[in-house]
């Protein structure tokens, strides 16, 4: 079991670092937050069950340590500590302003919701999976991936909002979201 475990550790670390980005909004705090998840799930090898989701089990590690220390600090980070090429794009201007207009509406998404946004939407997750994660019902899952994307949205195009080029923003990061999506890529390191 241990060279299996292993192995699956070291294959869902990528995932792993982009949940806890999500969740610290920290380059050097979420490397942290994943290097205590994995020795949390090292020291608790032996409670994994063979068969059952791994990467269920280990996000939810991640998301239990996030927070176990966020409760002991009580601190919180900007999205402006993510680092640039996190957002960074060789799109046109106009794709760069629709990130961070997004990004900006991310930051203000309630804690669950911009979670489970993310972990659907970039990691891929089924929403069986959020659920097992996040330790809640598979319809309390969607509904959170639903309100989250409902409420980007009104804040994206805004209440009577006349503007073509506000629009234009808002149409263009529909676009890249279903891009993202569908598999291709859009946001490059």
Known sequence: ?????????????????????????NRTLAEDLVQDAVCNALAAQESFIPGTNFSAWMHRILRN???????????????????????????????????????????????????????????????????????????????RVFRARRQLEAWMVGEGAESNALKARVARMRNLLAEREAGAPVLHA
Do not use: W
């Open 65 to 143: 340590r996030f927070i176990s220390d966020l409760r002991k600090r009580r601190e919180t980070t900007d999205i402006e500590d993510v680092p640039a090429a996190a957002l960074a794009t060789a799109a046109a201007h106009e794709d760069r302003l629709a990130l961070k207009d997004l990004a900006e509406a991310l930051d203000r998404l309630p804690e669950d919701q911009r979670e489970a946004l993310i972990m659907v939407v970039m990691h891929g997750m089924s929403y069986e999976a959020l659920a097992d994660a996040t330790g809640c019902a598979v319809g309390t899952a969607k509904s």
């Open 1 to 25: 079991m241990s060279n299996s475990f292993h192995d699956q550790v070291i294959a869902i670390l990528p995932r792993l670092r982009v949940q806890a980005l999500a969740l610290t909004r």
